[in-house]
């Protein structure tokens, strides 16, 4: 049986600077706060599910969901059918919570691991998924058009993983609300094509970057 989780309303677990979202420390202590909750950034999987279910085809897809916190996204997608789904975080609190959680969901794995370096075999993922991951990796003081080499940096290392655990033919898809001027340029790889989606529900603009990895 699924255990009784609530989604998160405590604006007591926002950070004081958003700096501190790109922070593990942050998020350790905010997930212990949050031991029975979830909370998802953006959308959840009923916003998305006619998207995903275009772009990633078979639900026997592999596929790697990114700093997955205590989203219900993967729990969602596998009650529908895709359960080939690796989630990491480097959080081991909210992987634990997450572990536990999902027990009636077996064939779904729980991974500690920083998505700048992922212990993962190169080419063994169909599809990987960022829903906000990233975006708390861009949060810095300073001018939006010109990021720093750090944060550019930190932006790398999980771009250029995804690239390398992708398999040829695969995809990343990216769920932001972060404008193509701001965030379409750290994508720029050999190999990769760019399509970009709007995602307006007649409130806010949210966009979607579907990289397909060149064969």
């Known amino acids: 049986m699924e255990p009784s989780t609530t ?60 700093g997955c916190g205590n989203s219900t996204l993967s729990g969602d997608m596998y009650d529908d059918g895709y359960e080939n789904i690796v989630n990491v975080d480097y959080s081991d609190v909210v992987i634990d919570q997450m572990r536990q959680r999902t027990a009636h969901q077996p064939k779904m794995t729980w991974r500690v691991m920083d998505v700048r370096e992922m212990a993962l075999d190169d080419a063994s993922i169909d599809v990987a998924i960022d829903k906000g991951t990233l975006d708390a990796l861009m949060c810095e003081k300073g001018d939006v058009w010109d990021p720093s080499p750090e944060l550019c940096q930190n932006i790398a290392g999980e771009v250029d993983e995804v690239n390398r ?37 007649g409130g806010f603009d949210y966009f979607v970057y579907v990289v397909s990895k060149q064969k």
């Open 7 to 66: 989604a998160s309303t405590d604006l007591g677990v926002l950070p004081a600077d958003n700096v501190e979202y790109g922070s593990r420390e942050y998020w350790q202590q905010r997930y212990m706060q949050e031991s029975n909750e979830t909370f998802d950034w953006f959308k959840t999987y009923k916003d998305l599910a006619a998207l995903l279910s275009r772009h990633i085809g078979s639900k026997d897809a592999r596929i790697l969901m990114l």
């Open 165 to 201: 655990v992708l398999v040829p033919g695969g995809k990343f898809i990216w769920i932001t609300f972060g404008q193509p001027h701001f965030r379409k340029r750290h994508l720029v790889r050999d190999g990769w094509e760019i399509e970009v989606e709007r995602l307006n529900d």
